[in-house]
């Protein structure tokens, strides 16, 4: 489907005040200035800003046009699968993920997009471990991040720095 601009800014505008209000609820630490809803604070502004310009543009720009259109590239098979991909991919690393930890369920999701945007197997799975393991170190290692690992709790130690 195809929908009109002006959902898509209303869209934002809703999320990012949602993640604005969550952000401000956020305990913010004695012994600091900013606490940890200053990054989602700056991101739920971001998205107020623009969904509200791409609200208030398709108001002003297109008057008549059609608030739901179905796209041409969903009669493909093909072209569905790669846009339905993504969107299915949090649902799954959500279910999936604490039992099989970060680095496999992003190593699988990964390389499921790859190969379905038309990269060859083995591309894809070198591509996605090598991905999931730079990831990996990005996130615990240096950001501190609490991961998931999975069956991989005994090999954590190596991953980190």
Same mark, same amino acid.
């Given at each position: &489907? !195809?929908?009109?601009?002006?959902?898509?800014?209303?869209?934002?505008?809703?999320?990012?005040?949602?993640?604005?209000?969550?952000?401000?609820? $956020?305990?913010?630490?004695?012994? *600091?200035?900013? #606490?940890?809803?200053?990054?989602?604070? =700056?991101?739920?502004?971001?998205?107020? @800003?623009?969904?509200?310009?791409?609200?208030? !543009?398709?108001?002003?720009?297109?008057?008549? #046009?059609?608030? +739901?259109?179905?796209?041409? %590239?969903?009669?493909?098979?093909?072209?569905?699968?790669?846009?339905? =991909?993504?969107?299915?991919? =949090?649902?799954?690393? &959500? +279910?999936?993920?604490?039992?099989?930890?970060?680095? $496999?369920?992003? &190593?699988?999701?990964?390389?499921? &997009? /790859? %190969? *379905?945007?038309? *990269?060859?197997? /083995?591309?894809?799975?070198?591509?996605?471990?090598?991905?999931? /393991? *730079?990831?990996?170190? $990005?996130?615990?290692?240096? /950001? !501190?991040?609490? +991961?998931? %690992?999975?069956? @991989?709790?005994?090999?954590?130690?190596?991953?980190?720095?």
């Amino acid at each position: &489907m !195809k929908v009109h601009d002006f959902f898509i800014g209303a869209f934002f505008l809703i999320i990012g005040s949602g993640i604005c209000l969550y952000a401000s609820q $956020l305990p913010v630490p004695h012994h *600091v200035k900013y #606490g940890p809803g200053v990054f989602p604070a =700056i991101i739920g502004t971001g998205m107020i @800003l623009v969904g509200a310009a791409i609200a208030f !543009k398709s108001l002003s720009v297109a008057k008549g #046009g059609k608030w +739901l259109e179905r796209p041409s %590239w969903l009669e493909s098979p093909k072209a569905a699968i790669r846009f339905w =991909i993504i969107p299915a991919s =949090i649902p799954f690393y &959500m +279910l999936v993920a604490d039992s099989f930890g970060f680095v $496999l369920t992003s &190593m699988v999701i990964m390389s499921s &997009m /790859l %190969w *379905v945007r038309g *990269v060859s197997p /083995l591309r894809a799975i070198i591509t996605g471990v090598a991905v999931s /393991l *730079v990831l990996t170190v $990005l996130f615990a290692s240096i /950001l !501190k991040v609490p +991961l998931p %690992w999975g069956p @991989l709790t005994g090999i954590s130690g190596h991953l980190l720095w």
